[in-house]
């Protein structure tokens, strides 16, 4: 895919194959799907990342599994 994730002081963030990171947004968790696609974990809540490190979409979720034959069970954020 591309992507390295790296840690520096308990929080993860993704990195091109030369090193440079993606986005200044630094993580709690970070777990690689198919496609390049990646899962990363905020707090308590999921986003679903491309292959540039950016979210895709607008959603956020308070729980995403890893993708199993393109499908992933996902629990939209209520933002009510």
Known sequence: SGLIKACQKDR????NRTGKP???????????QP??????????????LNSQGQAVGTHTFTYLSDFEHLHAV???RNNT
């Open 74 to 76: 996902a629990r939209w």
């Open 35 to 48: 496609y390049g696609m990646a899962t990363a974990r905020q707090g308590s809540l999921w986003w679903l």
């Open 12 to 15: 993860w963030q993704l990195l």
């Open 22 to 32: 993606l986005s200044e947004v630094q993580y709690d968790e970070i777990r690689f």
